[in-house]
């Protein structure tokens, strides 16, 4: 599925992303590293267009990455009916200054 490993495990990574969608979902913009809000645009844009098609099928697809029923209830209710005339292009990726830490360049994915 993604072609960067961040040095973590396929079980660690894939609990990373789901984690990071869903606060996508629950607050409408995150900030994390620009490479990680990259990976998160994909997962997170393939999300909303499950929500667009609404049916059960893709519920339950989305309820695969997506644990919390109550964010799969959201992205399908509220999200995804706020992008039905968009054809694409459901979230941006805004980069900010290296973090202080370690001066990873640091970016902040938001929903348009």
Known sequence: MTLRRFGRQMGHRKALFRNQVSDLFTYGKIETTEMKAKEIRILAEKLITLGK????HARREAAKVITDKAVVKKLFD???????????GYTR???L????????PMAIIELV
């Open 97 to 104: 200054g290296p973090r202080r830490g370690d001066a990873a």
């Open 93 to 95: 990726v805004v980069k």
């Open 78 to 88: 509220e999200i995804a009916t706020r992008y039905t005339e968009r054809n694409g």
């Open 53 to 56: 098609q609404g049916d059960l």
